[in-house]
Structures are given as structure tokens and as C-alpha cells.
């Protein structure tokens, strides 16, 4: 899951159009009906987060296997991210979006309504599905909706979405979870995407594709060094993040003894903070793309380690939390930009493959802090997390190379 990027298109999704008009109330409400289309995918993916401890005991399981709630999504979008942008061919890009938007609700009501763990799961599959296929082709609906030089506002606000996931999708979902019950969480946001899907369909014009993506177009990111270290730097930094917050609300309870509301409030600031480090992660990559990914890994890094040392105390918790969140917002952003600056000439393909590699990173985290949770402990998870996160800083700084190129610039942009 990614907060800022880059905008790129599909062959065939780029505008021909040229003017610099401005435009019309009824795109920019386009615009905003994918931003709302974009916070609910957030929220739904992680809303598991905030509820895991109330998720495994009713279902009688571990919380390490409840943690799977996560793990699958990001696994399933991770082949969705290619699959779809390849299946979907010259299909109209407006009801693509709004059969992504579909899986959503259909997850969600599966999920709010079953009590078997498996069935769950395969709706959280489905949600994989609709999260890899938004994320390889969301960011180009906006350049389709708005002449090219508004193109940037566009992105942005359909981006925005993570944003606003994070900072209020996430803690609200904690929040009514621990008020009316978990499956009133899953609920809500399901209700949320009807109202999305609805106005989805009476807002977004018709953005039928003159080309397609194909499989021989996906590796070619793979052909060029540069490109492969951020693909590596991605599965790192990815997996020490969502290693450690994937169960940073059991670790809240466990180790830190903190009440509901107060862990509601922490994951508030947390996305806040987040919000905060987006900004700065723009002002950091425009300066050096490098220091800005050095720069991510020791902020996240260090921040989980010294967490389980910290727990004991709520002020070493907020500031930690608060820290941490800070490094997880200049995340995506530094990693982007390094992405794109290696090739920017292959974004097309290289989309998907960027959205497949972070959502094989956000899986195994979340694997690998399940099978940690279970055998180690809560504090292990951060330790572990931490450390994938330090080994990022470590490889970018032996290993990466700053060089010029258009992408600082357009990464400040956006």
C-alpha cells in the first residue's frame, strides 16, 4: 500500500488531448469519486490492523494467523497488479475501476458476515484482487480526466486518499471495532464503497483504452541495475514496515498494557505524522533521492527497535509511534522516485511491476510477523521489523548511486 507516485500511464491510457483549458466541475468530481475509491481500499486493506486482537478471539485463532487477513490481500494483488492490467486489455477504464471497486464491498460483506475463518480469507483474496489491479491503473484514471496540464493536481488528489486512509480510515475503523464489534468495522467501510461504486458510475465519463499492456512489456524494469536495486530496496524497507505494523496493536496491548482509546489515538497520530512525512519526503527526494531513502530506513528502523525498550512508558511509546510514522509517510515517495529516476522511460511496464514487488513485500511482512508473533513475541515482531528496515538504509547506501535525471523534480510535484 503507497501514499504519493508518480504519475504513468498504460499504452493506450494517455490523453491526446492538448489544451490547457481548465476543467470542467464535472471531472474534478470524477477525480474525487477515485480519490473516495482510493481511501476505502486503503482502509479495508489494513482495517485488520487495529482489530486483530478482537478478530482472533472470536474466531478462536492465534493472532499470528488472523495476521493473514493481511498477508493474503497483498499476496493476491501482488500477481493482480500485472494479471489485471494485462486481462483488462482495451476494456473501458470506467467500469474497470468500478468492478475493482466492487470487490471491495463483495469482501467486505463477506467478511462482516461469516464465522469461518477460511471462507475470510477468500474474501480478503477477492480484495486483493480489486487492491493489485487499482493501484497497477488508478493513478493514470486522473491524467484521463483532466486536461494534461492539471494532470499533476489530479494525481494528487486520488493519491490523497492514502492519505486520508491512513491518518482517519485506520484509527476510526480501531475505533468502532472496539465500540460496536469488529465485523461493524467491515460493515462500514463495505457501506462506504457502495456509495463509492454509485458515484463511480454516475460521475466517471467513458475512458475506453486505444492500447494495452502485455506480458512482454512487464520485465523490462528487470533489465536495468539500477531498477533492481529499488526493487530490492522496496521488498526491504516493505517488509520491516509491515512486519512490525501489522501487529503494532497487539504489541500496544501486550507490552505497552494501553487501552483501546489510547491506541485509537496513537494510530491517529501515527497517520498524521504520516501525512507530515509525505510532505517532507517530497522536500527530501527533490534534494537527494539516496539520503531521503537513507533516511527512511533509520527513521523506521530505529524507531521499532527501540519500542519494545521504550514500552514500558507511554511518552517513549507516542514518540516512538510518532517518529515512526513520520518515516513510514517519506516511504513511498523516496522509493518511487528512486524508481522512476532509474527508468523513466519504462513506467508503463514498470508500474505494475513496482505495485506486484510492494505487495510481495506487504505480504511477507506480515507473514513474517505472524510466524514471529507466534514463536517470539510481540517484541520480537518490532525487533525483526527494525532490523529488514536498518539491513534498506545499509544496501542504498553501499550500493546506490545518485545521478541526475528528471525524477527528483517530478517526485517534488507530485
Do not use: C
Not at 486503503?42 to 482472533?56: N, R, W
Not at 468492478?99 to 475463518?117: E, M, Q, R, Y
Not at 501489522?246 to 482509546?261: H, I, K, R, S
Not at 527497535?305 to 516512538?320: D, E, K, N, R, T
Request: net charge positive; proline share 4%; aromatic share 8%.
Amino acid at each position: 500500500m503507497q501514499q504519493t507516485s508518480p504519475a504513468h500511464t498504460l499504452p493506450g491510457d494517455a490523453t491526446a488531448a492538448t489544451s490547457t483549458i481548465a476543467p470542467t466541475r464535472a471531472a474534478w468530481l470524477a477525480v474525487l469519486s477515485v480519490g473516495i475509491g482510493s481511501f476505502a481500499l486503503v482502509t479495508t486493506e489494513f482495517l485488520p490492523v487495529g482489530l486483530l486482537p478482537s478478530i482472533a478471539a472470536e474466531l478462536r485463532i492465534s493472532e499470528g494467523t488472523a495476521g493473514m487477513m493481511v498477508t493474503l490481500p497483498g499476496i493476491i494483488a501482488a500477481f493482480a497488479a500485472i494479471l489485471v492490467t494485462i486481462g483488462i486489455g482495451k476494456t473501458d477504464r470506467r467500469y474497470v475501476i468500478a468492478g475493482l471497486t466492487a470487490t471491495l464491498i463483495i469482501s467486505n460483506l463477506i467478511v462482516a458476515l461469516s464465522d469461518s475463518f477460511a471462507l475470510i480469507l477468500l474474501a480478503r483474496a477477492l480484495l486483493g484482487v480489486g487492491v493489485g489491479g487499482f493501484w497497477a491503473i488508478g493513478g493514470a484514471i486522473g491524467t484521463r480526466l483532466v486536461p494534461p496540464a492539471y494532470a499533476a493536481r489530479a494525481t494528487s488528489i486520488i493519491f490523497a486518499g492514502v492519505s486520508v486512509g491512513t491518518v482517519a480510515g485506520v484509527p476510526a475503523g480501531a475505533l468502532l471495532g472496539e465500540i460496536a464489534g469488529w465485523r461493524a468495522a467491515f460493515q462500514a467501510t463495505g457501506a462506504i464503497g457502495v456509495v463509492v461504486l454509485l458515484l463511480q458510475l454516475a460521475l466517471m465519463p467513458s475512458l475506453p483504452a486505444a492500447g494495452s499492456l502485455t506480458f512482454r512489456q512487464v520485465p523490462e524494469l528487470l533489465r536495468i541495475k539500477k531498477a533492481r536495486l529499488g526493487m530490492a530496496v522496496t521488498l526491504l524497507v516493505f517488509i520491516g514496515q509491515f512486519t512490525a505494523y501489522t501487529y503494532v496493536t497487539p504489541f500496544l496491548v501486550q507490552v505497552a498494557q494501553l487501552g483501546a482509546g489510547v491506541i485509537s489515538a496513537l494510530f491517529l497520530a501515527y497517520g498524521v505524522a504520516g501525512f507530515i512525512g509525505n510532505l517532507l519526503g517530497g522536500w527530501l527526494v527533490a534534494r537527494s533521492v539516496r539520503r531521503a531513502l537513507i533516511a527512511v530506513g533509520l527513521v523506521i528502523g530505529f524507531s521499532t527497535l527501540a519500542l519494545p525498550v521504550a514500552g514500558a512508558s507511554l511518552a517513549g511509546v507516542v514518540v516512538l509511534i510518532v517518529t515512526w510514522g513520520l518515516g513510514f509517510g517519506m516511504m513511498p515517495i523516496a522509493v518511487q522516485s528512486w524508481m522512476f529516476k532509474a527508468a523513466p522511460h519504462a513506467m508503463e511496464s514498470g508500474g505494475a511491476v513496482f505495485v506486484s514487488t510492494a505487495q510481495v513485500a506487504l505480504a511477507g511482512g506480515a507473514l513474517v510477523g505472524g510466524i514471529v508473533a507466534d514463536h517470539v513475541g510481540v517484541s520480537g515482531v518490532m525487533i525483526v521489523g527494525g532490523a529488514f528496515a536498518l539491513a534498506m538504509a545499509l544496501v542504498i547506501w553501499r550500493f546506490g548511486v545518485e545521478d541526475g535525471g528528471p525524477g527528483a523534480k517530478l517526485a517534488a510535484v507530485h
